[in-house]
């Protein structure tokens, strides 16, 4: 832990940022009814969105200000042409000691020894369902087996946490709940259930379909006796952890809603098109591709982090009733 502030960015707060999430593209091959739809997404073009130099040339500066875990995001990482290369750059990186991934796993199944080959141990994998034609009806593909065989691979590999990221969704997969959480009983999988948030323009959001996760905790703790974990280090994300008596995985629930964590967000967002954004639901952004293109040095780059960490909203203020959507689209953002 490195006690000099000035090798660590901390925030008027007091919180220390050290986690970058980067969108590296907007693209999906998946239509999630609460992120994508099939039509009406204006997509990035080619020249709005960071070319990987560009990225690599920032998360260096992010590093130098104390940036020490990076997870690549998107949209869906793996459809971007060249990512092995690129994360084998980013693996290149002094004092970068986590890099992590998060994906819908239909590329993983033949991308998994690649990113492994790179250091990476740790991936978060998307599911939303355990049935196929579920999976078919939130996803807008019929791509079940596909992540399925996805996420075996990356358990024979050893991957490990393997996180599966489950949306709450009430009248879609509730009904599922107790499913993925005995899942945990027989998979090492870390299951964490996410709170619906109200991020971009065709998430749908309401609060019939919302679920606090305190009424998942209630309904998982009637299968099992739901023992808490707690945080090892500064890097660890906000879930709250537990595991089921016997269980091989554990579950966590991350109430970004109901529960946020803002008091100990370490977080900034570099965007696919190249803006630093220090809160997921806030839309202040600064546009460091613009400053980057023009040719201003890593004195002036530097600043623009420190600009977006000194203007990192204390709380993002959302409750159920005062519930404001952020304009931008998650897959621009990075979930
Ligand atoms: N394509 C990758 C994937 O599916 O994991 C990475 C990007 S995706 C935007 C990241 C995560 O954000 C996914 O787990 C997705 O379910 C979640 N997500 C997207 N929109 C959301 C919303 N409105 N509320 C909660 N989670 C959301």
Redesign the pocket.
């Known amino acids: 832990m490195e006690k000099n502030n000035k090798k660590r960015l901390v925030d008027n707060n007091n919180r220390v940022i050290n986690y970058l999430r980067l969108s590296i593209t907007d693209r999906?091959n998946?239509r999630?009814v609460?992120?994508m739809p099939e039509d009406g997404i204006d997509f990035l073009s080619h020249e709005e969105i960071l070319r990987y130099e560009e990225i690599l040339h920032l998360v260096r500066l992010c590093v130098e200000k104390g940036i020490r875990k990076v997870r690549l995001?998107?949209?869906?990482?793996l459809v971007r042409k060249g990512f092995l290369k690129f994360l084998k750059s980013l693996r290149e990186i002094d004092r970068l000691k986590e890099i992590t991934l998060?994906?819908?796993g239909v590329l993983l199944k033949d991308f998994a020894a690649g990113i492994r080959d790179c250091g990476v141990r740790r991936i978060?994998?998307?599911l939303?369902s355990l049935k196929p034609e579920r999976f078919f009806r939130i996803t807008g593909r019929d791509s079940f087996e596909k992540v399925w065989n996805g996420i075996q691979e990356a358990e024979r590999l050893g991957f490990d946490p393997i996180k599966i990221?489950v949306?709450a969704m009430r009248g879609v997969n509730d009904d599922e709940i107790l499913d993925f959480a005995r899942l945990t009983m027989e998979k090492p999988y870390h299951i964490r259930f996410?709170?619906?948030?109200?991020?971009?323009g065709h998430?749908r959001?309401s609060v019939e379909s919302f679920i606090p996760i305190l009424e998942i905790h209630d309904r998982i703790s009637t299968i099992g006796n739901m023992t808490p974990i707690l945080k090892r280090s500064s890097l660890d994300g906000p879930a709250q952890r537990y595991v089921l008596d016997g269980a091989r995985g554990e579950i966590g629930l991350i109430g970004a809603l109901s529960n946020h964590f803002c008091s100990i967000c370490n977080r900034l967002r570099l965007t696919a098109d190249g803006h630093l954004r220090s809160c997921l639901f806030s839309d202040k952004e600064i546009d460091i591709k613009a400053s980057l293109r023009k040719g201003d040095g890593d004195a002036a780059l530097m600043g623009l982090i420190e600009k977006a960490i000194m203007d990192k909203p204390e709380s993002h203020n959302l409750t159920r009733q005062g519930l404001r959507n952020c304009a931008r689209q998650?897959?621009t953002i990075?979930?």
């Open positions: 999906c998946l999630c609460y992120c995001t998107g949209g869906e990482p998060t994906t819908n978060n994998i998307s939303d990221n949306v996410i709170e619906k948030m109200p991020v971009g998430n959001w998650m897959s990075g979930g």
